[in-house]
Nanobody
Framework: QVQLVESGGGLVQAGGSLTLSCAAS????????MGWFRQAPGKEREFVAA????????NYADSVKGRFTISRDNAKNTFYLQMSSLKPEDTAVYYC???????????????????WGQGTQVTVSS
């Protein structure tokens, strides 16, 4: 089992940048593929980005491609979401999640992730 804690959310103007972090504790962090999801008010939770155990494979939602970058540091048990050129529609609670099953590839389906953080709010003002 792994425990996840997000940080780095906040209020930023459109066009600005933020970096979210997700710190993991418990079972070996490198045993999990990791993903970021977000949920805006009144909307369903949606996939943002994911990264494989080694970091060699990544996947992004079309809406964030070219603006967001996912990365991980297995030595620090932490992974990140660098967000730039932020838009008001990026406003949401962002969640990190851990997938214990995929070894090389990553998936976009939230049901494949067993462990979740508590979320961090990102608000982008226009």
């Amino acid at each position: 089992q792994v425990q996840l804690v997000e940080s780095g959310g906040g209020l930023v103007q459109a066009g600005g940048s933020l970096t979210l972090s997700c710190a993991a504790s418990g079972r070996s962090f490198s045993s999990y593929a990791m993903g970021w999801f977000r949920q805006a008010p009144g909307k369903e939770r949606e996939f943002v980005a994911a990264i494989s155990r080694s970091g060699s494979s990544t996947n992004y939602a079309d809406s964030v491609k070219g603006r967001f970058t996912i990365s991980r540091d297995n030595a620090k048990n932490t992974f990140y979401l660098q967000m730039s050129s932020l838009k008001p529609e990026d406003t949401a609670v962002y969640y990190c999640a851990a997938d214990p099953r995929r070894t090389v590839f990553v998936i976009k389906n939230a049901s494949g992730y067993d462990y979740w953080g508590q979320g961090t709010q990102v608000t982008v003002s226009s």
